[in-house]
């Protein structure tokens, strides 16, 4: 079955960077796209960043050019790694897969930029 794990959330202060994780597992994970999206308490989900299966990415507005997605087919994972963080940026970072139509989640890992 179809697997994404979160992970390397935590707590950091403004300016701050992370590299959050997601492994997944249960499906080619080279052939598919992968998305990240997040939730801040009291908003909607909100999507992130983008890596298509050739490599290509795509960012919200709001990281341009803080946030950077990559991927390593070998390992099954994909990385965002964040920088220049604001408080702005605090939520519950989820990945995602749409497979077969299906879309997949994993249980998220939560970013609290404070000082």
């Known amino acids: 079955q179809v697997q994404l794990v979160e992970s390397g959330g935590g707590l950091v202060q403004p300016g701050g960077s992370l590299r959050l994780s997601c492994a997944a597992s249960g499906f080619i994970f080279r052939l598919y796209a992968i998305h990240w999206y997040r939730q801040a308490p009291g908003k909607q989900r909100e999507s992130v960043a983008t890596i298509t299966s050739a490599g290509t990415t795509i960012y919200a507005d709001s990281v341009k050019g803080r946030f950077t997605m990559s991927r390593d087919n070998p390992k099954n994972t994909a990385y965002l790694q964040v920088n220049s963080l604001t408080p702005e940026d605090t939520a519950v970072y989820f990945c995602?897969?749409?497979?077969?139509?299906?879309?997949?989640w994993g249980q998220g890992t939560q970013v609290t930029v404070s000082s």
């Open positions: 995602n897969v749409r497979y077969y139509e299906t879309d997949y």
